[in-house]
């Protein structure tokens, strides 16, 4: 299959680059040109439409790379029911405190009020367009929940409805690896038709990459395009959302793992942490918490974790606890909800956080997977598109600083999850060893 492990490396440039580069560009563009012409009559509207190709792109290949990735898990997944369920408690424990944390510091402090009056700006990107809820919220979060239930096969990906996309996938994967367990003389058929979702999947992701590689041409076209319309004053409220990003990921990384990791695991934060950071720094560095899976079980093995546990939760825990991305989206969503004025009820927080815990399971280990489930989770908030494809583009200035936060903040999830599992007995092996090796 093809992974993004093996287009990753292509650029000697890395992306954050590309994009801080595309920063600087695009604002010298805009303040020298403003809304001028130049070139030939091109101006720096155009070059917005361009970033939101980008962004449309980004949402509409996100939906079916969920779906096939969800689908590709469950066929080939092996895990031990009782080990499985504790693994899936654990890591629903962590995210819940994630997603506390997160609407806490949303809801109190409600930095998003601070861009009301800038989103205008940036709908100048999309002229002729009006601020109206994509989704009417109700008061009841079961009503807002079944109305994301599909009716057809069709119907969520053609209204980019993330709940209902993963639980179709979720229905149509169980039952194939139901088939395939039972066997029979239809085992060659869904042999092959798993190959097929197999090598979907993989195609999905590599194109993905290439859209990806495109981003810092997104943001340099929006950049240039607000800027030259609003100036750079339009940055000043950017800080904002990055300190309450970063913020809410300090919070869950910096308190409660070592707390847990002390008072549960008996692992003190001078172990924890300690015996932890070059795992830690690794996945900060290069924005990826599945790259950094073999230096998280050594990093383990030296806390004196069982090799058992510590393969469960850095293979298998690595695709189902992300705790960074969850926290990300939810905390956006909210974000961009409060600079709307958007008095969202806990009906519709309830929807954010559903949608944020399986998009952040949808793509787990996908560089940039946060930016990438972001639109379907803001369409899921309820957030009008045209809102979300101004916005995003800029948010992706800052982004890659609160990436490296969150693919560190996976890591120490991951290693907590091994010390919990450690707790009170020892899992047997998986069979993902080697698949670390090879990463």
Known sequence: MITMHETSGRSPFPLYAQVLVAVICGTTLGVVFGQEPYFNGLRNEQLGKL????????????????????????????????????????????????????????????????????????????????LKPAITPSEHPLEDLMAYIPRTIADPFGSNNIIGVVLLALGIGLLLRWTRTTGGQAGGVLDRIAWVIEWVYGWLVRILWWVIMVIPFAVFGVVASVVGRSGVGVFSTLWIFLVAMLLGLAIHALLYYPLVAWVIGKKPPRVYIGQGADAIMTGLSCNSSLATVPLTLRCLERMGVSAQSARLAACVGTNLNNDGITLYEAMAALFLAHALGYDLPISKQIVIVVASIIAGAGVAGIPEAGMIVLPLVLAAAGLPDQVILAAIPLIMTVDWIIARARSGVNVMSDMLVAILLDVGKTAPGTECHAEAERL
Not at 60 to 83: E, G, K
Not at 95 to 120: D, R
């Open 51 to 130: 970033g939101l190709w980008v962004v449309w792109l980004l949402k509409t290949l996100a939906v079916p790379l969920i779906f096939f990735a969800i689908m590709d898990s469950l066929i080939r997944a092996s895990l031990p029911l009782r080990q499985g369920a504790k693994l899936i408690a654990i890591c629903l424990v962590n995210v819940s405190v994630a997603m506390v944390i997160g609407l806490t510091i949303m809801n109190l402090w409600q930095p998003g009020k601070s861009w009301q009056g800038h989103v205008e700006e940036l709908l100048h990107v999309i002229p002729g367009t009006t």
